[in-house]
């Protein structure tokens, strides 16, 4: 279960089973089938990719606009031949066949040798209250890459995988639940690769074998079953298509391939005129400077303190021409202030703007700032507000925006104090009225929709060069708005180790712009680590070093 979450709903303790496939309806794309009281959906929207969608209220979903950058109907027309029989339904690609039994729904793929692949199992599909699953074979020396932000080792077979984002402070090569969410996987075996996208950005889980050694298990706590078969049969096909699907990198500055200095915090202009100094003096290569959260006004979001940068125009503009660009951190808490005058809250208060509670009541919570208010990014007026307020950093020259603290990571009581982590209620409303649903549907959305919001705004901004955008947090197709680092590692060996899996197993997952803190965040990293660790990181495709507050310089 996610760390935070004593409420997520519960599920019952039996199984119900799809029936029996009575009657289908082709279309262009596939076909609809009607299994006694749910709705079964295929759709072929390449010659190796196949759509299956599962209804057992027997209404299908209406399409949401996060996540699949293509809707079915933007694809192109695929040909496929038909057949059918009193005992299963047969759909064939130039690439590959999906045989469904009529008894219990199951669902088997096979390449043009006959290969076997994606076979559901007697179970089949399955929902119970609160939950709806699909059960599949393991084939002989079948191993499973991928599943976005994981530690240990590549391969994942036995393995329990969740789909909840989360603040993974002090995360280990035993943490499940970690800050990205990418419901994703490659299935290799010799002669054979397949790729699965699990559909759904509620809570869901992967298991690989663990619980049933043989099978695995994809289980999601939405309405609906949701699942993407992607036929390699190598791996770069794979990911080639599961990007088609989810959104592709764009292409970043120059500058951001370069070597990235950060840590929490410098405390003052001066004390970045020095390190820029420095590193010039000692010829060290360095194309980037990131400032965390004490550039602002009491961690006011959108502000600069007068006393520590009084003048950040001046500032950037020095480093520029020195060849240094500036990243500045946001992050998603707005400080609780309705008698300063400030202008983000502000504004977000006579828009509404901010996420509230199912009975109306505006949700907050405890951050740097101390109480703090949330905007809800999965509005697109939102979104353009949000993104429109960088402004104030990019007039200064600031060239990229690094958001941090967005699964969102919000505390019960003042930092400091004793507390609980929380999030926002899973029954809060989020979403565009066409759109509105719950937090539930959205947590796993919070952190892309804002690293969105980062990208569009600076996109109408600095519409002449490129920006840098990263994020702590964030969903399947992250890609297409950000490059993401791994979080809050310890400047220990094994978090050397380890961050070369999750690295892979990003990319893996189609997302290519990454890195981890270099010399680890929290402590004291070794001379000896600090310098492998340096020349490891020269391999990251982002290469930035951080380390925190109270750690040797």
């Not at 509670?357 to 700032?369: C, D, I, R, S």
């Not at 297409?480 to 990003?506: F, I, K, T």
């Amino acid at each position: 279960m996610p760390q935070y979450f004593g409420k997520l709903p519960t599920t019952g303790t039996s199984w119900s089973t799809i029936g029996t496939l009575k009657t289908i309806e082709r279309h262009d794309r596939g076909i609809y089938g009607d299994c006694e009281n749910s709705r079964l959906a295929i759709s072929i929207l390449a010659p190796n990719l196949v759509r299956v969608r599962w209804a057992p209220s027997g209404e299908l979903m209406s399409r949401r606009s996060w996540a699949v950058t293509l809707d079915d109907p933007e694809w192109a027309i695929v040909p496929f031949q038909l057949r059918e029989t009193d005992a299963a339904v047969e759909i064939e690609t130039e690439q590959m066949r999906v045989y469904i039994h009529r008894q219990g729904c199951r669902i088997e793929c096979f390449d043009k040798t006959g290969r076997p692949f994606a076979q559901d199992t007697g179970m089949g599909m399955a929902a119970r209250m609160g939950a709806i699953a699909a059960w599949k074979r393991i084939e002989a020396d079948e191993h499973f890459y991928g599943f976005g932000e994981r530690t240990k080792l590549l391969d994942k077979l036995s393995e329990v995988q969740t789909n909840w984002t989360v603040d993974a402070l002090d995360y280990s090569s035993f943490t499940d639940e970690m800050y990205q969410a990418i419901p994703f996987f490659i299935a290799l075996r010799p002669e054979l690769a397949y790729g699965i996208f699990f559909n759904t950005t509620f809570w869901s889980q992967f298991d690989i074998g663990a619980e049933q050694p043989g099978v695995y298990r994809m289980e999601t706590r939405g309405d609906e079953l949701d699942y993407y078969i992607i036929y390699g049969p190598e791996p770069a096909q794979i990911l080639s298509t599961y990007t088609q699907l989810t959104g592709r990198m764009q292409l970043p500055p120059k500058w951001s391939l370069g070597y990235h200095q950060c840590r929490w915090s410098y405390e003052s202009e001066d004390v970045v005129r020095e390190l820029a100094q420095e590193f010039r003096n000692r010829r060290i290569p360095c194309d980037v400077i990131h400032l965390d959260i004490d550039y602002m006004k009491g961690y006011r979001v959108f502000t600069w303190s007068p006393k520590r940068f009084p003048d950040p125009a001046q500032l950037v503009n020095d480093l520029g021409q020195d060849g240094f660009k500036t990243v500045t951190i946001i992050d998603p808490g707005v400080k609780y202030e309705p008698e300063a005058d400030y202008h983000v809250f502000d504004q977000g208060i006579e828009n509404d703007y901010f996420i509230r509670k199912a009975e109306g009541e505006l949700f907050h919570g405890y951050v740097w700032p101390d109480k703090a208010v949330f905007p809800d990014f999965l509005r697109p007026e939102v979104r353009q507000w949000w993104g429109d307020l960088h402004k104030s950093l990019t007039e200064v020259g600031v060239a990229g925006i690094w958001n941090d603290m967005n699964e969102p990571a919000i505390d019960d009581r003042p930092f400091g104090d004793p507390g609980n982590k929380i999030s926002f209620p899973l029954d809060a409303p989020q979403g565009s009225p066409e759109e509105r649903t719950t937090h539930a549907e959205t947590h796993n959305l919070y952190g892309q929709s804002m690293a969105q919001s980062a990208c569009e705004g600076l996109k109408r901004l600095r519409s002449t060069e490129r920006s840098f955008v990263l994020t702590r947090s964030g969903f399947a197709g992250i890609q297409r708005w950000s490059s993401v680092w791994m979080g809050d590692n310890q400047s220990l060996w094994e978090y050397l180790e380890m961050s070369l899996p999750m690295l892979c197993n990003m990319g893996l997952s189609g997302v290519a712009f990454v890195g981890s803190d270099i010399g680890g965040f929290a402590g004291n990293a070794t001379a000896e680590l600090f310098a492998r660790w340096m020349q490891v990181g020269m391999l990251y495709p982002l290469m930035r070093g951080h380390s925190a507050m109270s750690t040797a310089r």
